[in-house]
Nanobody, 120 residues
Framework: QVRLAESGGGLVQAGGSLRLSCVASGSIRSIENMDWYRQPPGKQRELVAISTSRGNTNIADSVKGRFTISRDNAKNTVYLQMNSLKPEDTAVYYC??????????????WGQGIQVTVSS
């Protein structure tokens, strides 16, 4: 069984920074993508950042220049460094990963989500 656990969220003032972490654990054979999504209040979930197993990354235009995604493959961990936060960044942030297990092959897994609130 695979589990994704997010940490690092909370309340921050506009202009501040937070770093989110997501650790994958369980019967993991390999990890393909590790990505971050967010769901602002009353809105649909949206993709924020992508990290592939080959080290390629992509950042949504709405956060480009402020957010950075990085990954530690040895620790099965992906990070989202968020700088110059704005009130519109307020959302529940979710980790998503494509993980290969011996039992299921490649499947998508979600973390439970973590709240980020940016006050003005």
């Amino acid at each position: 069984q695979v589990r994704l656990a997010e940490s690092g969220g909370g309340l921050v003032q506009a202009g501040g920074s937070l770093r989110l972490s997501c650790v994958a654990s369980g019967s993991i054979r390999s990890i393909e993508n590790m990505d971050w999504y967010r769901q602002p209040p009353g809105k649909q979930r949206e993709l924020v950042a992508i990290s592939t197993s080959r080290g390629n990354t992509n950042i949504a235009d709405s956060v480009k220049g402020r957010f950075t995604i990085s990954r530690d493959n040895a620790k099965n961990t992906v990070y989202l460094q968020m700088n110059s936060l704005k009130p519109e960044d307020t959302a529940v942030y979710y980790c998503n990963a494509l993980i290969r297990t011996d039992l299921l092959g490649v499947s998508a897994y979600w973390g439970q989500g973590i709240q980020v609130t940016v006050s003005s």
